[in-house]
Antibody, heavy 117, light 106 residues
Framework: QLVESGGTLVQPGGSLRLSCGGS????????MTWVRQAPGKGPEWVAT????????HYADSVKGRFTVSRDNAKNSLNLQMNSLTPEDTAVYYC????????????WGQGTRVTVSS | DIRMTQSPSTLSASVGDRVTITCRAS??????LAWYQQKRGKAPELLIF???SLESGVPSRFSGSGSETEFTLTISRLQPDDIATYYC????????FGQGTKVEIK
């Protein structure tokens, strides 16, 4: 099971930190990813971290502004989001996958981020 | 970047109909292709991975086929529970989703 938290209303230019807790599986054995979905749109990959944090990847749309991290001891995944714009408004999901080049087998329920003044 | 294009955008069919959704990749993705089902207000759920492998618990009326750049998702006999939006996803180079196909019951 994956449970996201931290979503809220934030002003443009602001920062926000999302978290995702994993349970019921061996968290450290899985790659973890953030995916977002803007209202009425399809899912958009945001950021991914490998099992041992040595490998991280970011979508061009968030590179330099967002930072993904994980704490395998706490079974947690985080997304630090800075310099937020209205285009970042979306439901943010965390998802797990067994390796880099693989589909997302389990998703959380999502947490809503609204960037607006 | 690899772009994924789905067709049609919306599909209306009767219960029991055979339904086919197409997904095209802008370059070859070999067999790194998945399909997801998303019901209203819910997170996407994995249906099929590696083009044609059914995720555990997914009904056998769902099937996938294709290779390289052209792929299809087929629902052999549409059921009311299949009302949803379906997305293809490539994971050959990072991860990209199609724009979705909304399936409605006629």
């Amino acid at each position: 099971q994956l449970v996201e938290s931290g979503g809220t209303l934030v002003q443009p230019g602001g920062s926000l930190r999302l978290s995702c807790g994993g349970s019921g599986f061996t968290f450290r054995n899985h790659w973890m990813t953030w995916v977002r979905q803007a209202p009425g749109k399809g899912p958009e990959w945001v950021a991914t971290v490998g099992q041992d944090v040595s490998e991280k990847h970011y979508a061009d749309s968030v590179k330099g502004r967002f930072t993904v991290s994980r704490d395998n001891a706490k079974n947690s995944l985080n997304l630090q989001m800075n310099s937020l714009t209205p285009e970042d408004t979306a439901v943010y999901y965390c998802a797990r996958h067994p390796r880099g080049s693989s589909a997302f087998e389990i998703w959380g329920q999502g947490t809503r981020v609204t960037v607006s003044s | 970047d690899i772009r994924m294009t789905q067709s049609p955008s919306t599909l209306s069919a009767s219960v029991g109909d055979r339904v086919t959704i197409t997904c095209r990749a802008s370059q070859t993705i070999e067999r790194y292709l998945a399909w997801y089902q998303q019901k209203r207000g819910k997170a996407p759920e994995l249906l099929i991975f590696d083009v044609s492998s059914l995720e555990s618990g997914v009904p056998s009326r769902f099937s996938g086929s294709g290779s390289e750049t052209e792929f299809t998702l087929t629902i052999s006999r549409l059921q009311p529970d299949d009302i949803a939006t379906y997305y293809c996803q490539q994971y050959h180079t990072f991860w990209t989703f199609g724009q979705g196909t909304k399936v409605e019951i006629k």
